[in-house]
Each structure stands twice: as structure tokens, then as C-alpha cells.
């Protein structure tokens, strides 16, 4: 109608039987629909529009750390073509790749912690660390554990006799030696044993003691060592076992390793028994004697070539250094350093060849 598509409906009526015909144009009857059909499109482009907006921020999202990674591993890995594989599947390469490498550095650094850990045991009885922190930090680096509240140095000198077969006897000592470091380093506890030389062990112990039962705990490990060591050392080899004073700083084992090989010194200079310890020692030791009036006598009696005198004169300075004090080694090389001080003055003065 009218160049209108129109909706037509009718009805009849029972009563009159008459026919009523309706007739609306479509697009008004429609019209409802039309626009709901509107808004179901437009709000359809715009959810897929903010889903594609979606979809592409969470791509890149998830693909940044993806992209991280492959940078990072073209950066450190030797230039390679990865056109032929996929980006997933370069990365997987990669990672298998690295993973083996680990694996073998990991495996190398496994038969070459013995060799760090003397280093590192060396620097500190050296002294060659800064702080106890630089320590850690070395320690840590190939997954070292050695701490406590306290620290002792236990030095071992073996002092060989004299063989016939010298390589049999060496060989079997370098065999008991292997044993007794194993047992040593079971039967310690938390220690660290280290080789200085052929004929020189050094044993790190830390303790959790406290200070009262710190020399107990000293006297504990070192009577397992001797114990050790007289059940596998040959008798072709003697020991010595000198330990220093206890300290709270790893810094500070250089100055008990110190003390300890002071006392190891001690032992071989005097008959003392196998274990000796630094803070038994009187401090008198460690002062020599060597008077004014001994001097006098000494010149006086070489001056006047009086031989009694002068046998009486030594022997007493052999008696109060060697067998009332003890006087450590550092001390003895003072004490004869100050005796040819006085022979040489004592040569100048008579003129004598």
C-alpha cells in the first residue's frame, strides 16, 4: 500500500459474522525489533573489538617473559639460526642445551671442591681475607658450610724416623694418612682438614660450645686424633699435636693457626708430651733469660780465660730458659741473637780474630 510492505491480520466474528482486517505497515510493526537488532550489533562489534583489545594485551603479556628469555639466551649462547625452528621450540633446545651444561660444570666443580676448599682453608689460616664476610662469600660460592661459636686450630707435625725402604714407608704413610684424615673428619664433627705439606696437617674445628666447656671440647677431639692416629699411623712415623687458643671470628684463625704452630715449635725444642696446648703455657715462656749481670759474667769470664766461670755462667742461662722457663722458639732466636750481639762486641773490644 503506498509503495509499503504492510503486516495484514484479520478476525471474524461469530455473532455477525463479519471480517476485520488490519492492516499496519511492516516497518512499524517492526520497528521494536529493528532496533533491538541495532543494539544486539553494535554492542556485539564493540565486545568483540574490546575482546580482540583483550586477547592482545594478554598475548603480549605472556609473550614478554618469552621474549626476555630468548634474547637473554641468543645473547649468551653462540650466534645461531633459529629460522628453522619455532620460538618455543628454540627455547626448548636452549634450555636442554644449558641444563647438560650445568650439569657437566656442576660436575667439574664436584671434583674440584677438594682443591677450593684447601684454597680457601690456606687464605684464612693465612690471613688473606679481609672480612669474615669475603669468607662467607667464598664459601658460599662452592656450597662450603663451616660455622660456629667458636674456632680452634689443631696443627699436626709427623716427624718421620729413619727408614731403610724409603719409598714402601712412604707410600704406606701417605696410605695412613688418607685413613686417618677420613676418620678425622668422621669422628670430629664440624671440621676441616687440610694438608699444609707432606708432613703438616691442619684441622679447623668449630664448636657450639660456650666458653666454659670450650678446652673440653678441645681436649675431646684431640684425644679421638690421637686415638686415630695411633691405630693407623706405621710406626715408622711419631705426631705432634699443637692446638691454639679458641677464638669467636673466623678472621681470627689466622692468629690461633699462629699459636699453634708456635707450640709445635714448642715440642720439637722440648721434651714435652704429644699434645701440647697454647693457653697451658706460662707467659714467663715466652720471655728469655738473659740479664745484664749474666752478660757482664760471660765477658768477664772469657776476658779473663777463666773456664769455670764461663761453663757456670751458660748453664745458667741453659737452666733458666731451657728447663724453668721453656722459652719458645721465637724467644730462643732472640736469646742467641743477643748472645752474638755480645760475642761480637766482646771480639772488638780484645781485638781477637
Given at each position: 500500500?503506498?509503495?509499503?510492505?504492510?503486516?495484514?491480520?484479520?478476525?471474524?466474528?461469530?455473532?455477525?459474522?463479519?471480517?476485520?482486517?488490519?492492516?499496519?505497515?511492516?516497518?512499524?510493526?517492526?520497528?521494536?525489533?529493528?532496533?533491538?537488532?541495532?543494539?544486539?550489533?553494535?554492542?556485539?562489534?564493540?565486545?568483540?573489538?574490546l575482546?580482540?583489545?583483550?586477547?592482545?594485551?594478554?598475548?603480549?603479556?605472556?609473550?614478554?617473559?618469552?621474549?626476555?628469555?630468548?634474547?637473554?639466551?641468543?645473547?649468551?649462547?653462540?650466534k645461531?639460526?633459529?629460522?628453522?625452528?619455532?620460538?618455543?621450540?628454540?627455547?626448548?633446545?636452549?634450555?636442554?642445551?644449558?641444563?647438560?651444561?650445568?650439569?657437566?660444570?656442576?660436575?667439574i666443580?664436584?671434583?674440584?671442591?677438594?682443591?677450593?676448599v684447601?684454597?680457601?682453608?690456606?687464605?684464612?689460616?693465612?690471613?688473606?681475607?679481609?672480612?669474615?664476610?669475603?669468607?662467607?662469600?667464598?664459601?658460599n660460592?662452592?656450597?662450603?658450610?663451616?660455622?660456629?661459636?667458636?674456632?680452634?686450630?689443631?696443627?699436626?707435625?709427623?716427624?718421620?724416623h729413619?727408614?731403610?725402604?724409603?719409598?714402601?714407608?712412604?707410600?704406606?704413610?701417605?696410605?695412613?694418612?688418607?685413613?686417618?684424615?677420613?676418620?678425622?673428619?668422621?669422628?670430629?664433627?664440624?671440621?676441616?682438614?687440610?694438608?699444609?705439606?707432606?708432613?703438616?696437617?691442619?684441622?679447623?674445628?668449630?664448636?657450639?660450645?660456650?666458653?666454659?666447656s670450650?678446652?673440653?671440647?678441645?681436649?675431646?677431639?684431640?684425644?679421638?686424633?690421637?686415638?686415630?692416629?695411633?691405630?693407623?699411623?706405621?710406626?715408622?712415623?711419631?705426631?705432634?699435636?699443637?692446638?691454639?687458643?679458641?677464638?669467636?671470628?673466623?678472621?681470627?684463625?689466622?692468629?690461633?693457626?699462629?699459636?699453634?704452630?708456635?707450640?709445635?715449635?714448642?715440642?720439637?725444642?722440648?721434651?714435652?708430651?704429644k699434645?701440647?696446648?697454647?693457653?697451658?703455657?706460662?707467659?714467663?715462656?715466652f720471655?728469655?733469660?738473659?740479664?745484664?749481670?749474666?752478660?757482664?759474667?760471660?765477658?768477664?769470664?772469657?776476658?779473663?780465660?777463666?773456664?769455670?766461670?764461663?761453663?757456670?755462667?751458660?748453664?745458667?742461662?741453659?737452666?733458666?730458659?731451657?728447663?724453668?722457663?721453656?722459652?719458645?722458639?721465637?724467644?730462643?732466636?732472640?736469646?742467641?741473637?743477643?748472645?752474638?750481639?755480645?760475642?761480637?762486641?766482646?771480639?772488638?773490644?780484645?781485638?781477637?780474630?
Amino acid at each position: 500500500v503506498d509503495g509499503q510492505e504492510m503486516m495484514v491480520s484479520h478476525i471474524r466474528s461469530q455473532d455477525t459474522r463479519w471480517s476485520y482486517v488490519a492492516a499496519i505497515p511492516l516497518s512499524k510493526a517492526l520497528h521494536s525489533v529493528y532496533y533491538i537488532r541495532q543494539i544486539t550489533i553494535v554492542v556485539s562489534i564493540l565486545i568483540i573489538l574490546l575482546g580482540f583489545l583483550i586477547i592482545t594485551v594478554i598475548a603480549y603479556h605472556n609473550y614478554q617473559p618469552i621474549r626476555n628469555i630468548l634474547q637473554a639466551i641468543t645473547q649468551r649462547r653462540e650466534k645461531q639460526d633459529n629460522r628453522n625452528y619455532g620460538t618455543y621450540r628454540y627455547i626448548q633446545e636452549s634450555v636442554i642445551s644449558i641444563v647438560g651444561e650445568n650439569r657437566d660444570l656442576a660436575q667439574i666443580l664436584e671434583k674440584q671442591k677438594p682443591l677450593l676448599v684447601d684454597s680457601i682453608i690456606n687464605k684464612i689460616i693465612k690471613g688473606d681475607f679481609a672480612t669474615e664476610e669475603e669468607i662467607k662469600r667464598a664459601m658460599n660460592s662452592i656450597q662450603m658450610t663451616f660455622a660456629g661459636l667458636c674456632y680452634t686450630v689443631i696443627v699436626i707435625r709427623f716427624i718421620p724416623h729413619e727408614r731403610e725402604s724409603e719409598d714402601t714407608d712412604l707410600r704406606q704413610f701417605i696410605y695412613s694418612k688418607a685413613i686417618a684424615r677420613k676418620y678425622i673428619e668422621q669422628c670430629a664433627g664440624n671440621v676441616l682438614v687440610y694438608e699444609k705439606d707432606s708432613n703438616t696437617m691442619v684441622i679447623l674445628l668449630a664448636d657450639q660450645a660456650h666458653a666454659v666447656s670450650r678446652e673440653d671440647a678441645a681436649s675431646s677431639v684431640t684425644g679421638a686424633i690421637c686415638t686415630v692416629l695411633d691405630e693407623h699411623l706405621t710406626d715408622d712415623y711419631d705426631y705432634t699435636l699443637a692446638v691454639g687458643r679458641s677464638c669467636h671470628s673466623l678472621l681470627d684463625i689466622n692468629q690461633s693457626y699462629k699459636e699453634a704452630l708456635i707450640m709445635i715449635g714448642f715440642t720439637q725444642a722440648h721434651d714435652h708430651d704429644k699434645v701440647m696446648y697454647y693457653h697451658a703455657i706460662d707467659e714467663s715462656s715466652f720471655t728469655y733469660y738473659y740479664p745484664l749481670n749474666v752478660e757482664k759474667k760471660l765477658v768477664t769470664s772469657i776476658k779473663d780465660a777463666n773456664l769455670d766461670e764461663l761453663d757456670a755462667a751458660i748453664q745458667s742461662i741453659c737452666t733458666e730458659n731451657f728447663i724453668k722457663r721453656s722459652i719458645s722458639p721465637l724467644m730462643v732466636q732472640q736469646l742467641f741473637a743477643d748472645m752474638r750481639s755480645t760475642l761480637i762486641k766482646l771480639l772488638v773490644d780484645i781485638q781477637a780474630d
